[in-house]
Nanobody, 121 residues
């Protein structure tokens, strides 16, 4: 079984910073990509940032220049550094991973349970 466990969410004032972490554990052979998505109330889940095994990254336009995704391959952990936070960044943030649980298996997609980020004064 594969688990993705997020941490680091909370309440922060506008202009503040938070760092989210997501650790993947269990039967993992190779991780191809890890990403952060978010879902605000009454809105669709959207991609925030993604990082591939080779280090290539992509970001939603709304967070470019403010958020940074990084990855520790040795720890199977992905981070999201969020700076200059705005009220519109308020959402549940979900970790996502494309990984292979075994040497002879294809890639599967996994989700974490989510962590709440609230930006408010």
């Amino acid at each position: 079984q594969v688990q993705l466990v997020e941490s680091g969410g909370g309440l922060v004032q506008p202009g503040g910073s938070l760092r989210l972490s997501c650790a993947a554990s269990g039967s993992i052979f190779s991780i191809y990509a890890m990403a952060w998505y978010r879902q605000a109330p009454e809105k669709q889940r959207e991609l925030v940032a993604r990082i591939f095994s080779g280090g290539f990254t992509n970001y939603a336009d709304s967070v470019k220049g403010r958020f940074t995704i990084s990855r520790d391959n040795a720890k199977n952990t992905v981070y999201l550094q969020m700076n200059s936070l705005k009220p519109e960044d308020t959402a549940v943030y979900y970790c996502n991973a494309d990984l292979s649980p075994g040497a002879y298996e294809g890639a599967w997609n996994y989700w974490g349970q989510g962590t709440q980020v609230t930006v408010s004064s």
